[in-house]
C-alpha cells in the first residue's frame, strides 16, 4: 500500500524493511494503532455495516465502480471475495451521502440493472496504480502495465521479442493469489487481465509511453558475452521460439546455477533433435532440444 517504505532484496529476493523504516514507525505516537486503522480492510457485509446500508446496496456501489476493491482472494467454492480499505469507504459516504439512501441515480441504473461488474477493472487501477507510484525505473513500470494486457496486445506494442522477455522477467506479482487448481488460476488471470476496449487501449498507450522511456534509460539487455544472464537466455529462448513461455518452462534456478551452455548461439532450432529421457526431470537443455513449437507472436 505504500504506507511502509521498502527495499529490493538481495539477488532479487524479496523486499525488505529497513530498520530506519521501522524505528520511524515506533517512535508514532499512535503506533500500531494508526497503521492498522490505515490498513484495515472489510468485506460486503462489514462493509455495508459500516455504511448503515444493506450488503445489496454495497455490492450495487461496488459493481458500478464506487467502490474501489483493495484485494481480493478465493474462498473455499472458488468464488471472488472482495475487500476494500476501510478508510476509502468511510471516506466515500462523506463525499456522498446521497449515495446510500433512496433510489440510484438514473444514470446508474441501467449499468447496475444490466449485470456490469467494474470491481476486477476498479482494482487493477488500483494495484497498478500503487506499484507505478512505488519505482521511477522505467523498465519495471513498463513492465507492471503489460502484465495487465494480453499477450498480443503486449506483441502488438512491443515488436522485439528482447524487450518482450525483459519484461517477462521482471513482471511483478499483482496479486498475492496462489490458485489451487487450473480453474482457479484461470479464473485469477481473467481478474488480472484487461477485457475492456477502452481499459485495453488506455493500457496499450501507457506501455508505449513507458516504453519510450525505458529504451532512453537503457536498452534491454541482449545475448552477449561467453556466460548469458537470465534475462538474456530467457530473451534467447523467446527470439528463437523455442518455448511458448520460456520465463517459467526455462527455470530461472536452473538458467542461474549454469544449466544453459555458455554457447547458445551454437544452438538451432532446425539442428536434429535427439529425445533424452530420465527417470526423474529431463535437464533443462535436453527439454529445450526435445521441444519445438511455434513461434511467439
Known amino acids: 500500500m505504500g504506507h511502509v517504505r521498502t527495499v529490493s532484496g538481495d539477488a532479487g529476493g524479496p523486499v525488505r524493511v529497513p530498520p530506519g523504516e521501522i524505528d520511524r514507525w515506533r ?3 499512535e503506533f500500531p494503532e494508526a497503521l492498522r486503522c490505515r490498513l484495515r480492510t ?4 462489514s462493509g455495508a455495516e459500516l455504511l448503515s446500508i444493506s450488503s445489496e446496496r454495497f455490492t450495487r456501489l461496488a459493481r458500478t465502480g464506487h467502490l474501489a476493491p483493495v ?3 478465493l ?3 472458488r468464488a471472488v471475495v472482495w475487500l476494500y480499505l476501510a478508510e476509502e469507504v468511510e471516506d466515500f459516504a462523506l463525499a456522498h451521502p446521497e449515495m446510500l439512501t433512496g433510489r440510484m441515480p438514473p444514470g446508474l441504473r441501467p449499468l447496475a440493472d444490466g449485470g456490469a461488474d467494474l470491481r476486477p477493472r476498479t482494482w ?3 494495484r497498478l496504480g500503487l506499484h507505478l507510484r512505488a519505482t521511477q525505473d522505467a523498465w519495471p513500470r513498463a513492465a507492471a502495465i503489460a502484465s495487465l494486457l494480453d499477450p498480443l496486445s503486449v506483441a502488438d506494442v512491443v515488436p522485439d521479442p528482447y524487450e518482450r522477455s525483459y519484461l517477462g522477467a521482471l513482471r511483478p506479482d499483482l496479486a498475492p493469489v496462489r490458485p ?4 482457479a488460476h484461470e479464473l485469477v488471470q481473467r481478474i488480472l487481465s484487461a477485457d475492456h476496449p477502452d481499459e485495453i487501449d488506455w493500457y496499450r498507450v501507457s506501455l508505449a509511453r513507458e516504453l519510450a522511456e525505458a529504451r532512453q534509460a537503457s536498452p534491454a539487455p541482449r545475448l552477449t558475452g561467453d556466460a548469458p544472464t537470465v ?3 530467457v530473451a534467447y529462448a523467446h527470439a528463437h521460439a523455442y518455448l511458448p513461455d520460456a520465463a517459467g518452462a526455462l527455470g530461472l534456478d536452473e538458467v542461474a546455477t549454469g544449466a544453459v551452455p555458455a554457447d547458445m548461439t551454437a544452438v538451432h532450432r ?13 535437464s533443462l537443455w535436453s527439454r529445450l532440444r526435445m521441444r519445438r513449437v511455434r513461434p511467439l507472436v
Open 124 to 126: 487493477r487501477s488500483k
Open 231 to 233: 534475462v538474456a537466455a
Open 27 to 29: 517512535q508514532h505516537e
Open 71 to 73: 484485494r481480493f482472494y
Open 180 to 183: 489451487a487448481s487450473a480453474a
Open 270 to 282: 532446425d539442428r536434429p533433435m535427439t529425445p533424452r529421457t530420465s527417470s526423474r526431470r529431463r
Open 42 to 45: 472489510v468485506g460486503t457485509q
Open 75 to 77: 474462498n473455499q467454492y
